[in-house]
């Protein structure tokens, strides 16, 4: 039997919902300040335990409001993303433990992440660490949570701020050298069924000067970008990379 492809073995953890090339000037997000899983109180006392019993394990965890995805279309080459609130504690409680739960009632929390190329070529990804709430040991891009304060450019929801501040949270890098941000498509994650917005970034620094900052990785990883380089890393190391890292590379495939 034909062995399937590396795209194809990449898609059984991730869901293509939108794929292409959007910009800051052609994303809209339409958003509702109000909880907007339907959670009934069966389903919150059982979000509730499963909170104490993760923050008992991991006492570093923190129940930030997060954004969740109620929908999302294209109209007239826009992509519009109709949102609410949830928070962290709703998503371990749903999607990280009843993803079969009806979809009216998981937290769907919208997660940033995508790839970072350098100057010279490179993509930069990392090896998460062990006090994170879900894949920890795993490779992964550079990312994290959409929120609805900290992310906001007059006075809506951005996505582009969220992901160029997880930049520069994660590595050394400082605003001015992101000389590009392009959004390539909305996924979802196959196991948990959490939607990511997946982005581009080109970096004015090279591999030698990029470090890591803060401690959501134990190591960075420099990929070459050439499609045959890709190929061989994801074929080699497909079972060890987190579902948003595998979204993120499906596109540099050829």
Known sequence: M?????????????????????????????????????????????????????????????DGLQVRLDSGQITDGKLILRTSLTSYSEFLGTNLSHPDWPDSSLANPIGVSGIVLTEDGYLVLGVRAANLGEYCGYIDTIGGNLSPTLHVTNDEID????????????????????????????????ETMRPELVFRANVSADRISVGQRGHEHTELIFLSST?????????????????????ALFGLIE
């Open 227 to 247: 499609p045959a380089d890709i190929i061989e890393f994801c074929g080699q190391h497909a079972a060890e990379m987190t579902p948003s890292c595998k979204a």
């Open 2 to 62: 034909k062995e399937p492809s590396i795209k194809a073995q990449l898609l059984k953890s991730v869901i293509p919902l939108v794929q292409g090339r959007y910009t800051f000037e052609t994303l809209s997000i339409a958003h509702r300040d109000i909880r907007g899983a339907k959670i009934d109180q069966s389903q919150r006392q059982e979000i509730d335990r499963v909170w104490e019993s993760r923050l008992s394990a991991n006492p570093s965890l923190f």
């Open 159 to 190: 996505p582009f701020k969220a992901f160029s501040s997880e930049v520069e949270e994660e590595l050394s890098i400082e605003s001015g050298q992101i000389r590009s941000q392009l959004l390539t498509g909305l996924w979802r994650n196959a």
